[in-house]
């Protein structure tokens, strides 16, 4: 089956730009997850979507992030305006519902704040 | 919330020798526990995992022990090899639903030829 798809791989912009990535799930996963892994650290869980629905969005900074997944597959997450400390790799996750055997990472989005 | 602990940061062995990297978590109702490995530069990967209704679980080199009562749980790894090294990441969740993973800070393995 085809993986998550992460797009772009690398960013680097200036503070107080604007920034967006884009995932694309594995065909069929209806919960789709975007995790922040700053360098030397675990993932940390941003916001995590059932369909078109948010779950969980305790952890996103929402004065400047943002999430959508109008459709119910592909999402998009925004940072604006970016701050240095966003310098991170974004992953994008998928699963089932449910599912009993983990869920598969995107190849991620590398972000460099300068 | 469920918090994971994880030790060492940081870890270097011999070629061959074992390895073990143990965690800790929080939420007693956590039942399901993954283990990821990620290379440098690229995407974490599932290697092994273990259920709340087991307390072991092997594949190959590799097995996984959990201890309920004491909610910890550990990565083992034998006869280790130059690609083993990687960072390793422990996670816990409760399984079912909307499972939300919360990771461990990782384990930096390096195995010297």
């Known amino acids: 089956e085809a993986g998550v798809a992460q797009s772009p791989r690398y960013k680097i912009i200036e503070k107080r730009q604007s920034v967006a990535f884009w995932c694309n799930p594995i065909s069929g996963h209806a919960t789709l997850y975007w995790y922040q892994q700053i360098l030397g650290q675990g993932p940390k869980l941003l916001i995590q979507?059932?369909?078109?629905?948010?779950?969980?969005d305790s952890q996103l900074p929402k004065d400047r992030f943002s999430a959508e997944r109008l459709k119910g597959v592909d999402s998009t997450l925004k940072i604006q305006p970016a701050k240095l400390e966003d310098s991170a790799v974004y992953l994008c996750?998928?699963?089932?519902?449910?599912?009993?055997?983990?869920?598969?990472f995107g190849s991620g989005t590398r972000l460099t704040v300068v | 919330g469920e918090n994971v602990e994880q030790h060492p940061s940081t870890l270097s062995v011999q070629e061959g020798d074992s390895a073990v990297i143990k965690c800790t978590y929080s939420?007693?109702?956590?039942?399901?526990f993954p283990w990821y490995k990620q290379e440098l530069g690229k995407r974490p990967q599932l290697i092994i995992d273990?259920?709340?209704?087991?307390g072991e679980k092997k594949d190959q080199r590799i097995a996984v022990t959990l201890n309920k009562t004491a909610k910890h749980f550990s990565l083992h790894i034998t006869e280790t090899q130059p690609e083993d090294s990687a960072v390793y990441f422990c996670a816990a969740t409760l399984e079912g639903g909307y499972q939300k993973v919360t990771f461990g800070t990782g384990t930096k393995l390096q195995v010297i030829p």
């Open positions: 939420d007693s109702a956590s039942n399901y």
């Open positions: 979507f059932q369909n078109n629905g948010v779950v969980d």
């Open positions: 273990i259920r709340s209704n087991v």
């Open positions: 996750a998928s699963s089932l519902t449910g599912q009993r055997y983990g869920y598969t």
